[in-house]
T-cell receptor, first 115, second 112 residues
Framework: DGGITQSPKYLFRKEGQNVTLSCEQN?????MYWYRQDPGQGLRLIYYSQIVNDFQKGDIAEGYSVSREKKESFPLTVTSAQKNPTAFYLC??????????????FGPGTRLTVL | GQNIDQPTEMTATEGAIVQINCTYQTSGFNGLFWYQQHAGEAPTFLSY????GLEEKGRFSSFLSRSKGYSYLLLKELQMKDSASYLC?????????????FGGGTRLMVKP
């Protein structure tokens, strides 16, 4: 089955610890994205990557880091510098054609709770 | 800056029709998406409009007016399973490609 997977679904961490959220896709999509969603709110873009070994900051990148060493993988690290890390984190991918608008497809999300 | 507005909550009755509005003010526009999101789950794609007019897909239709910065999602013959949040997202093009900016979402509750 082709799709986007995120693991784990629920994650608990102590304050001050870094944590890495996994995102894998086997859709052969070039572009991948990380969003954060807080209760009752829309999605806000953290980081995105259009090709391997390249990524750009989104609207709320502070306190987060990413890597894109492989086309199918785009892990997100939530660092201790992120002031309010408790949120629902969604990964998405799209074919990534620059010249047209592509639909983004989302993974099932990871709910991170920092205690 | 980018500004996308949609109502926070709506309630409708099973079998009825409901219209969810979205207005936007953005610098640069490359199309508008509607996504459905059930609580605690991933958003799923519903529709995409780039030209003015109505796009129909079964029970769901989406309308766009670029001159008015306005879109709506129309849901017909409502079912209980349609209870979800509906996200309006505007596509903006920059030299890095296709970026989506999301509204806050409209939570729809369908009652028997």
């Amino acid at each position: 089955d082709g799709g986007i997977t995120q693991s784990p679904k629920y994650l608990f961490r102590k304050e001050g610890q870094n944590v890495t959220l996994s995102c894998e896709q086997n859709l052969n999509h070039d572009a991948m994205y990380w969003y954060r969603q807080d209760p009752g709110q829309g999605l806000r873009l953290i980081y995105y990557s259009q090709i391997v070994n390249d990524f750009q900051k989104g609207d709320i990148a502070e306190g987060y880091s990413v890597s894109r060493e492989k086309k199918e993988s785009f892990p997100l690290t939530v660092t201790s510098a992120q002031k309010n890390p408790t949120a629902f984190y969604l990964c998405a991918s799209s074919p990534g054609t620059v010249l047209r608008t592509d639909t983004q497809y989302f993974g099932p999300g990871t709910r991170l709770t920092v205690l | 800056g980018q500004n996308i507005d949609q109502p926070t909550e709506m309630t409708a009755t099973e079998g009825a029709i409901v219209q969810i509005n979205c207005t936007y003010q953005t610098s640069g526009f490359n199309g508008l998406f509607w996504y459905q999101q059930h609580a605690g789950e991933a958003p799923t794609f519903l529709s995409y409009n780039v030209l003015d007019g109505l796009e129909e897909k079964g029970r769901f239709s989406s309308f766009l007016s670029r001159s008015k910065g306005y879109s709506y999602l129309l849901l017909k013959e409502l079912q209980m399973k349609d209870s979800a949040s509906y996200l309006c997202a505007v596509s903006l093009y920059n030299n890095a490609g296709n970026m989506l900016t999301f509204g806050g979402g409209t939570r729809l509750m369908v009652k028997p």
